[in-house]
C-alpha cells in the first residue's frame, strides 16, 4: 500500500544536543537550511519542520528509488546522527498503540526474538516502560514471534511518543554525525586529489567547517580535471551547499625554479614550504585562520615531525593535519567508504619534485639558506595567475569557455554517454530512444580515442556537471570529436 505521504525523523549529532541553547539553536537552524537545499533538488516540495530535539522532513513522493536519494542525501548530510522513516499517527491510548504496531511489525516477528523500545517527551499518564509492556506483550500473544529478548534480539520495535504523537519507526539509518556544514569557522584545504587530501578534506566538512579547495597546478589539464571532480564529489555529497571556492594555482614554474636552484635533498621540503606560503597568503585574503593538508607522519620522506616543523614555519596559521596518525590502510578504506577512492586510483600521474636521498631530519638554518638561491618573484607570479572559482560554478566557466552546447532533449541521430558511476548507473538506469554507451568519467579520457570522430556524442551525468567539466575538456583536448552535454 503507497502512503499519500512519507515521513522522515532526522536525529541531531550527540555533540549539539548537548550545546548551549543559543549555540545548539545556531546549529539547528544552520541543519535545517543544508537538509532543504539538498533535499529540493530531489523533491522541491519537500517540507521540513524543524523542534528542539529532531527534523521532521515530509514528502509526497512515492517512487522507491526517489526515496532512496532523500535518504541517502539525509544520511551524508553532516550534523545528522539518524534518519528514522516513520508513520504518524494521533496519540490515544495504549491499546490504540498496540494496534497501529502490529500492521507493521507483524510479518517481521515471524520466528524471530524481538524487545519493544520506546522513547518518551512530554507528560503523559503512562511511563516508557508501560508502552513497552503493554506493545510486547500483544506482539507476543498475536504473532507468530519467537519470543521477547531483552538483549541483542533479532527484531528492536521501536516507538517514539512525543506529546500527542506516536512514531512507529519502519526503518532506520545511520548518519554521519558531526556539525552541520558552515556553522563553524572556514578552512583552506591543499587538495593533491590522491587518497589522502579529500579524506582530510572530508573530515573537516564533516566537523561542521566550510571548506575551500586549493590546487597546486604541477601536471597538465588532465591532473586538474580529476582534482576538480574529486573536489566536486566531496562538496556534492557532503558540502551540504555551502558556497566554497576551487583556486588553482599554476605551480610548474615553481618546480622549475626549484630543479634548477635548490639542493636534491631539500627539494620536498621547500617545495611544501612554498606550498604553504602561497596558502597563507590565500587564506589571508579570505580570512580563512586555518589550512588543511592530508599530511600523515612517516608515511613519506618529508612527512617526519620534524621536516612537518620546519615546514610550518613559514606560516604563523594554525595547519591542521587530520589523518597526522592515521594508517594508510586506514585512509584508503575511509577514501573508500566516501567515494573518493575511484578518483584517486584513476589520477593521472605527473612528475613533480622526486628527490634522491630526500632529507628525513631537515635543519631550519640549510633549508632557509637553500631557499636565498629561490627566486622569491616565481611565487609572486604564481599567485598572480591563480584562477579563483565558486565551486558550483566551475563547470559553467569550463563549459563557456570551450563552447560547448547543452541539450535538454537528445538528439536522434546521436549517441548518450553514460559517465556516471557504475552503482549509480545500476540505480536509476537511463532508458531513452537513442543509443546509450556506458563509459565512467574515471575512463572516458582514457578511452576517447574509441570513440567516432564522425558521430554526435552528448554526455550525461544526472545532475550535469561532471558531464561540462569532460565535455569541456574533451573539446579542448584537440580531438575532432562532436560532443555536447546531455542535461534533461
Known sequence: MVMASMQFVVKYFSEIVIKSKPVRRQFVRQLEENLR????DIDPAIVLRRSWDKLRVETTVSDERVLAQLVDKMCKTPGVTLVLVVQEHPLGELDDIVEHVLPVYASRLAGRSFAVRCRRSGQHSFSSLDVERQVGGALLARTEAAGVKLKHPDVTVELEVSGKTLFVVTERHRGLGGYPAGSLD??????SGGFDSPVASYLMMKRGMRTHFLFFQLGGQDQELAVKEVALHLWEQYGGKQRVLFITVPFEEVVSELLGKVQDSYMGVILKRMMLRVADRLAEELQIDALVTGECVAQVSSQTLRNLSVIDRVTERMVMRPLVATDKEEIMQMAQKIGTAVFAENMPEYCGVISVGPTTRAKLDRVEAQEQYFDMAVLDRAIA??????????????????????LSVPLA????????????????????????????????????TELDSGSTYMLYCGKGVMSRLHAS???????SLDVKVYAP
Open 473 to 479: 575538456h574533451l573539446m579542448s583536448d584537440g580531438n
Open 186 to 191: 572556514p578552512v583552506l584545504s591543499l587538495m
Open 37 to 40: 537545499a539538498v533535499l529540493r
Open 385 to 406: 595567475s591563480k584562477r579563483q572559482t565558486r565551486i558550483d560554478q566551475l563547470a559553467e566557466e569550463d563549459l563557456q569557455r570551450a563552447e560547448v552546447e547543452v
Open 413 to 448: 541521430h546521436g549517441t548518450i554517454i553514460d559517465i556516471r558511476h557504475p552503482d549509480e548507473e545500476e540505480a536509476a538506469p537511463l532508458k531513452l530512444h537513442v543509443p546509450v554507451v556506458k563509459i565512467p568519467f574515471y575512463e572516458l579520457q582514457s578511452r576517447a
